[in-house]
């Protein structure tokens, strides 16, 4: 064997070297990438989901003089929701006639039941009663059935009766 033919050999098997060695680093570069990508989709669904994820709502009681009922809804975001609909039932397990705004604007509201034509009262805030509001938490036939608002991204959300969360 001549020497030029091992200086050829071990350029060659360096040259070879060179290629798996990037070929390696190609396949953990796409991994990486993979990865970014999706803890980017994860930030970009946490920020599209963000507004949403402070709308809620529950059957509340309002103690006064007389114990009347009706519901809480809560915008905890910075800014207004809009075609707000909220399902209830009565004290019967019936659906109500649903809650409905065409805005709700940050803060918390409560709506009492009312045999008018819409079926409950104007929204007032939370804040704005002497007469304490309390949480229906332990009846099964006066609950929440689910919601649905529009966000000011323009997005369509719902929530079930359980509360959980999901585009409309």
């Known amino acids: 064997?001549?020497?030029?033919?091992?200086?050829?050999?071990?350029?060659?098997?360096?040259?070879?070297?060179?290629?798996?060695?990037?070929?390696?680093?190609?396949?953990?570069?796409?991994?990486?990438?993979?990865?970014?990508?999706?803890?980017?989709?994860?930030?970009?669904?946490?920020?599209?989901?963000?507004?949403?994820?402070?709308?809620?709502?529950?059957?509340?009681?309002?103690?006064?003089?007389?114990?009347?009922?009706?519901?809480?809804?809560?915008?905890?975001?910075e800014q207004a929701i809009y075609d707000v609909e909220v399902r209830v039932t009565d004290s019967q397990s019936h659906e109500r006639r649903p809650v409905t705004l065409t805005i709700l604007p940050p803060g918390a509201y409560y709506l009492g039941e009312s045999m008018e034509a819409y079926g409950w009262e104007f929204a007032s805030r939370l804040r704005s009663f002497d007469d304490e509001i309390r949480p229906v938490t332990k009846s099964k036939k006066r609950r929440i059935l689910g919601m649905s608002f529009r966000d000011s991204s323009n997005l369509e959300w719902t929530r079930d009766g359980a509360g959980t969360l999901a585009t409309a």
């Not at 001549?2 to 060659?12: E, F, H, K, P």
């Not at 599209?48 to 009706?70: C, L």
Request: charged letters at 20%; a neutral charge.
């Open 1 to 77: 064997m001549s020497l030029g033919s091992v200086a050829d050999i071990v350029t060659a098997l360096t040259a070879v070297f060179a290629l798996l060695a990037a070929i390696a680093a190609t396949r953990h570069a796409r991994q990486l990438f993979d990865v970014e990508s999706r803890r980017d989709e994860a930030a970009a669904a946490r920020e599209r989901q963000s507004q949403a994820s402070k709308v809620f709502a529950w059957v509340a009681s309002r103690i006064g003089d007389e114990t009347t009922y009706g519901v809480v809804v809560v915008n905890s975001s």
